[in-house]
């Protein structure tokens, strides 16, 4: 028994049973957080899993549009992550995840060589739409991937027919070019007041212009934050360039063979123009130099690509 000057007493079995019931608490407390911590990772994983699973089917051989999507639990943030170092540079998918209405950073990250994510920086949503389409420079480089949150609508006013066909074909629910959701991001082509703004070889969107050489790239500045996409083509040039010396040798493998190629000069000044590649404004007289050296494989006896 415990006295106290003012007379309060108090025995051990309660003092026991304070100390012991605050030792409860404490250890409820932290295995709630720590299973809440062990389920957002769990969710986190889960989730980076299946945009990994879901982005290789979209690699395609054809000049077509693919598309899919993926719904997620609970509300997620996906954030586009871009960085231009060593031979291809990396794509690295990170996730936020709403849980108990609080936004909580994952330690979850989903990197790839091989990969080209054209988004925002940053994606709400439960449901993400992604929708591919194959770049060619002029060979094939890579497949773009367009990432999208259900959050958002984009309407195409006066789309050239061939954009308002492939979008028409692609039936995604997000993408509109008639009878368009009040609440869409309006993209005009050659004028007009609206969110995003396209011309014959630009794209001007949140007061910024991202220069273009083809629908894929094209739709690649829509869909982007201007970070991400001039990140992205930074990669694509370093690829190209990879690229441009494999073909080189097969060059010689042909030339072996007794099958000439005159286009060896041509690949190496199309190598030299990615080696000094800077920014989106540098695509459109890489993209011509890439069309005439297409037209001069297609006249060749000994076609490379």
């Known amino acids: 028994m415990i006295i106290g000057k003012k007379g309060f007493e108090m025995s051990f079995g309660w003092m026991f049973?304070?100390?012991?019931?605050?030792?409860?608490?404490?250890?409820?407390?932290?295995?709630?957080?720590?299973?809440?911590?062990?389920?957002q990772t769990a969710t986190g994983t889960e989730t980076g899993k299946q945009i990994e699973i879901l982005l290789n089917p979209l690699e395609t051989s054809f000049e077509s549009a693919q598309t899919t999507s993926f719904i997620v639990s609970p509300e997620s943030r996906i954030y586009n992550a871009c960085d231009d170092f060593g031979t291809f540079g990396t794509q690295t998918i990170q996730l936020s995840q709403n849980t108990f209405n609080k936004w909580t950073k994952t330690n979850i990250d989903v990197s790839f060589?091989?990969?080209?994510?054209?988004?925002?920086?940053?994606?709400?949503?439960?449901t993400f739409f992604?929708?591919?389409?194959?770049?060619?420079?002029?060979?094939?480089?890579?497949d773009l991937i367009y990432l999208t949150s259900s959050e958002k609508n984009y309407c195409f006013k006066n789309s050239p027919?061939?954009?308002?066909?492939?979008?028409n074909n692609l039936n995604q629910s997000y993408l509109f070019t008639q009878n368009c959701p009040a609440n869409s991001i309006n993209v005009c082509f050659n004028g007009g007041n609206c969110d995003v703004n396209i011309g014959s070889d630009y794209?001007?969107?949140?007061?910024?212009?991202?220069?273009?050489?083809?629908?894929?790239?094209?739709?690649?500045?829509?869909?982007?934050?201007?970070?991400?996409?001039?990140?992205?083509?930074?990669?694509?040039?370093?690829?190209t360039g990879e690229l441009t010396s494999l073909y080189q040798d097969k060059i010689s493998i042909i030339s072996a063979?007794?099958?000439?190629?005159?286009?060896?000069?041509?690949?190496?000044?199309?190598?030299?123009?990615?080696?000094?590649?800077?920014?989106?404004?540098?695509i459109i007289a890489i993209g011509a130099f890439a069309d005439?050296?297409?037209?001069?494989?297609?006249?060749?006896?000994?076609?490379?690509w």
């Open 161 to 167: 027919s061939n954009i308002e066909e492939e979008l």
């Open 113 to 126: 060589e091989n990969k080209y994510l054209f988004s925002d920086s940053e994606v709400q949503g439960k």
């Open 17 to 39: 049973a304070i100390i012991a019931g605050m030792i409860i608490i404490f250890l409820a407390i932290y295995f709630s957080t720590r299973f809440i911590n062990f389920q």
């Open 203 to 239: 794209v001007e969107k949140n007061e910024s212009r991202m220069n273009y050489y083809s629908d894929a790239l094209m739709y690649a500045a829509v869909f982007s934050d201007k970070d991400v996409y001039e990140c992205q083509l930074k990669r694509l040039m370093k690829r």
């Open 257 to 282: 063979k007794g099958c000439d190629s005159n286009l060896q000069n041509d690949l190496i000044q199309l190598s030299d123009y990615t080696k000094g590649y800077g920014s989106s404004s540098d």
């Open 292 to 304: 005439d050296l297409n037209k001069k494989n297609e006249n060749s006896i000994c076609l490379l």
């Open 130 to 142: 992604i929708f591919s389409k194959p770049f060619n420079l002029p060979f094939k480089i890579a």
